[in-house]
């Protein structure tokens, strides 16, 4: 397609730049309200990923649109390099609270990829001022997603990526813990993530004294949602601490109550070394990211010498006063409506209503942690995908079929995972919707394979 004959300027992520204009392409959403979106045709669809997994809260809260709207007329932006405001203030200071203890410094950021950033540059400096300057490996899961930017690029599995060793060349820094974990918690179906005993192994082959940090999703949601027992990260954190080994939590979709708990890393009652969170933080209503730091790399980097000192890193748009202002009234809401209970035990409910669409022989295993959950597809893979010839091309069509249903879902790694992961406000009543909706897309798959 030349320029010429586009008819939308817009190009849509991960995708074609013709994909905006296909009839195929992305639906136009207007409106949301709880758990259910309408599309610009008037088709209500129901939100089973809570907006790329952001949505805690629910669509439509009118509380989040006053206090933007007042903080906006009150002061809607400012120098946050020279200056800041209360609401970043208040948001650091309330962050440390529900935080792991431990954790004493907030740097905000746009999103989640510069959350992810800013915490790898953290755990570089943090080594080099100790003079461990040969620590500049960082050791990923194999299949993980942890942004776009270059240095998330590093710590990505490959699986989202077309070209990153291309693009990346002699700067990868990033190293693959090859999976897949075995062992108890791990879930019924295929895990796809590794675990603690593949990051150990990824160390050793590497050597330990080349590695500035393990990094990890604390429920291995990108890598097929598995979802990672706690007891995982307990091990990565001994394992860690054995080496001299930073761990980054990157809670950017566990967050804010997704798992049943504020953060998922309290359910292993584990601190990291550094924590970065974006998306439940202000349920996207404004994008706001932030890389939350342990006392331990604050104080070694704070007691260097010059500009060893200085985190030289920040961004025009970290701390935005009107994103602040809606993340902490945000996260008011979280508490006051007990909004991890409601992911705790709605996620149970859902993930027992989904084992019983275990009567499709399609189906293979429904899994998860919280309100963060994954149903794996097409026992035989490629085998079970007939005329669609691969497994992943029989979900892109399941996917779609589902929203034509009225279901939003996305696929994870490998492929044929469908994460199921709804604003945490979601009913039962809601949840025996979804439910049935999946029940009809799989009776339509199994019918046109
Ligand atoms: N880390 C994790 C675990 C994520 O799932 C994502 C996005 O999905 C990111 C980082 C990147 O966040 P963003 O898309 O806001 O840059």
């Not at 309290?266 to 996207?284: E, I, N, Y």
Request: net charge negative; aromatic share 6%.
């Amino acid at each position: 397609m030349t320029s010429s004959e586009r008819d939308v300027a817009w190009w849509p992520p991960f995708s074609r730049a013709d994909e905006g204009s296909s009839p195929d392409g992305p639906p136009v959403l207007v409106r949301g309200d709880g758990v259910w979106l309408e599309a610009l045709d008037g088709r209500r669809l129901l939100d089973g990923v809570g907006a790329l997994e952001a949505m805690a809260v629910g669509h439509g809260r009118q509380r989040l649109v006053d206090v933007a709207a007042r903080q906006m007329s009150e002061l809607a932006f400012l120098d946050v390099f020279r200056y800041t405001s209360l609401p970043a203030l208040g948001l650091a200071d309330k962050l440390i609270d529900i935080a792991p203890s431990g954790m004493d410094r907030v740097l905000f950021t746009p999103g989640g990829s510069e959350a992810v950033e800013t915490a790898l540059k953290l755990a570089l400096q943090y080594h080099w001022v100790r003079g461990d300057h040969d620590r500049r490996l960082v050791i990923c899961r194999n299949g993980a997603y942890h942004g776009v930017t270059f240095g998330a690029m590093n710590c990505d599995g490959g699986y989202y990526s077309t070209r990153n060793d291309v693009y990346l060349g002699s700067t990868r820094f990033g190293v693959v813990a090859e999976g897949p974990a075995t062992g108890e918690g791990w879930g019924m179906g295929a895990p796809y993530a590794a675990g603690a005993q593949q990051f150990a192994e990824a160390i050793e082959r590497v050597g330990p004294q080349n590695v500035a940090a393990v990094i990890v999703d604390p429920c291995a949601t990108a890598s097929g949602v598995a979802a990672a027992p706690p007891s995982d990260l307990v091990a990565l954190r001994a394992l860690c601490d054995q080496h001299g080994i930073l761990l980054i939590a990157d809670e950017v979709i566990t967050g804010f109550c997704r798992t049943g708990t504020m953060f998922a890393s309290q359910l292993a009652d584990v601190t990291p070394d550094l924590m970065t969170v974006s998306k439940a933080l202000s349920s996207g209503y404004m994008p706001i990211g932030a890389t939350i730091v342990n006392e331990r790399v604050t104080t070694a980097i704070n007691d260097a010498e010059g500009r060893d000192a200085v985190f030289a890193h920040g961004h025009t748009y970290g701390g935005h006063p009107v994103a602040c202002a809606v993340a902490s009234e945000n996260i008011a809401i979280l508490e006051e409506e007990r909004l991890d209970l409601a992911a705790a035990a709605r996620g149970q409910y859902l993930r027992a209503r989904l084992g019983e669409l275990a009567t499709h022989d399609t189906f293979v295993d429904a899994r998860g942690i919280g309100m963060l959950n994954g149903l794996e597809l097409l026992p035989g893979g490629d085998a079970d995908a007939g005329r669609f010839g691969t497994a992943a091309s029989a979900c892109v069509w399941l996917r779609k079929r589902l929203r034509d249903i009225g279901l939003v879902t996305l696929t994870v790694h490998p492929g044929r995972v469908f994460l199921l992961a709804p604003p945490l406000i979601v009913s039962e009543a809601e949840l025996d919707t979804l439910v049935e909706m999946l029940d009809q897309g799989l009776s339509d798959l199994e019918a046109a394979r």
